[in-house]
């Protein structure tokens, strides 16, 4: 028997639901009466995620760089939902590479938009089926350093940057089967990030040479520093995931938000600034002017 023919409520996919902000997402649907469906690195995650949502949640282990797991992945979901289509697809998977450009190694930022863009794009064009069949609903994941790109984190920035266009896109092309595209730009969390986002930061500053430490050593402890300290003051996690969910459904859907008050100050500076004055605070902000 399908999921769909035991419950009413509505349905949901989410990346990155193993744990930090798509954990919170995905428990905060399932508490407003979705069948939520989302992947996971491990199958620790899987069962956690079964137990705390009382069996509302069901995570598949699956790496979404890999083409054929995105779509066995959403095939399993439709065949679930019995063909009853996706209400909500929350785009939320996504990985850090924070360094010096001229540092960090090619095939780390290659991975960075294997997951953040290539990863992302095929779990979309995966699910359009059944968000075609329900009319539903995309959420992408983003940031603000898409919008006011940091040093040390272009490659984060970028990737997110190009999905924000590539989601753009998608909003023209989807509006005649009625499926809305939101972007949805997150700042600073308390999550599971700043913890990943430290360890990062550390492997970055350890791989350094001595000639790498000369050059870029000082401004990037500083950069790390003030990272870590702005992540551990950021929004709670539960909090930014209620957010997503308020705006997955907005009615009408919005194109652009803000997930916390640095973002929407953030974005405000965007459209307000000038580019010398975005880059004399892009330094400001990362504790180098």
Same mark, same amino acid.
Request: proline share 4%.
């Given at each position: 028997?399908?999921?769909s023919?035991?419950?009413?409520?509505?349905?949901?996919? +989410?990346?990155?639901a193993g744990g930090?902000l798509g954990r919170?997402?995905?428990?905060?649907?399932?508490a407003k009466?979705y069948?939520?469906f989302?992947?996971?690195?491990s199958?620790?995650e899987v069962?956690d995620?079964k137990?705390?949502?009382g069996g509302?949640?069901s995570?598949?282990v699956?790496?979404i760089?890999?083409e054929?797991?995105?779509?066995?992945?959403?095939?399993?979901v439709s065949?679930?939902l019995g063909?009853?289509?996706?209400d909500?697809?929350?785009s939320?998977?996504?990985?850090?590479?924070?360094?010096?450009?001229?540092?960090?190694?090619?095939?780390a930022?290659?991975?960075?938009f294997? +997951?953040?863009?290539?990863?992302?794009?095929?779990?979309?064009?995966?699910?359009?089926?059944?968000?075609?069949?329900?009319?539903?609903?995309?959420?992408q994941?983003?940031?603000w350093t898409?919008?006011?790109?940091?040093?040390?984190n272009?490659?984060?920035g970028?990737?997110k940057?190009?999905m924000?266009?590539?989601?753009?896109v998608?909003?023209?092309e989807l509006?005649?089967?009625g499926?809305?595209v939101?972007?949805?730009?997150?700042?600073n969390?308390?999550?599971g990030?700043?913890a990943?986002t430290?360890?990062?930061?550390?492997?970055?500053?350890?791989?350094?040479t001595a000639?790498?430490?000369e050059?870029?050593?000082?401004?990037?402890?500083?950069?790390a520093?003030?990272?870590?300290?702005m992540?551990?003051?950021?929004l709670?996690?539960?909090d930014?995931?209620?957010?997503?969910?308020?705006?997955?459904?907005?009615?009408?859907?919005?194109?652009?938000?803000?997930?916390g008050?640095?973002t929407?100050?953030?974005?405000?500076?965007?459209?307000e600034?000038?580019?010398?004055?975005?880059?004399?605070l892009?330094?400001q902000?990362v504790?180098?002017?």
């Amino acid at each position: 028997m399908s999921l769909s023919s035991k419950n009413s409520g509505k349905s949901a996919a +989410v990346t990155g639901a193993g744990g930090g902000l798509g954990r919170d997402i995905a428990l905060g649907l399932a508490a407003k009466g979705y069948i939520v469906f989302g992947t996971a690195l491990s199958a620790a995650e899987v069962q956690d995620l079964k137990e705390a949502s009382g069996g509302r949640v069901s995570l598949t282990v699956c790496d979404i760089t890999k083409e054929q797991a995105v779509r066995a992945w959403a095939a399993g979901v439709s065949d679930a939902l019995g063909g009853g289509g996706l209400d909500l697809l929350i785009s939320n998977a996504g990985i850090l590479t924070p360094g010096p450009l001229e540092v960090l190694p090619l095939d780390a930022i290659r991975h960075e938009f294997e +997951v953040n863009v290539f990863g992302a794009f095929s779990v979309v064009n995966a699910f359009l089926p059944a968000l075609r069949e329900a009319r539903g609903r995309i959420v992408q994941i983003s940031t603000w350093t898409a919008s006011l790109p940091l040093p040390f984190n272009g490659p984060s920035g970028a990737s997110k940057a190009a999905m924000e266009v590539l989601a753009t896109v998608y909003r023209a092309e989807l509006k005649p089967f009625g499926i809305d595209v939101v972007v949805a730009a997150a700042g600073n969390m308390r999550t599971g990030g700043p913890a990943k986002t430290a360890a990062a930061l550390a492997r970055t500053a350890e791989r350094m040479t001595a000639q790498e430490r000369e050059l870029y050593g000082q401004a990037f402890d500083t950069f790390a520093a003030k990272l870590n300290s702005m992540q551990g003051d950021g929004l709670a996690s539960v909090d930014a995931a209620a957010r997503v969910i308020e705006l997955a459904e907005q009615n009408p859907a919005p194109r652009f938000a803000a997930v916390g008050q640095d973002t929407e100050e953030i974005l405000g500076v965007v459209r307000e600034q000038s580019e010398d004055e975005q880059d004399a605070l892009r330094l400001q902000l990362v504790g180098l002017s």
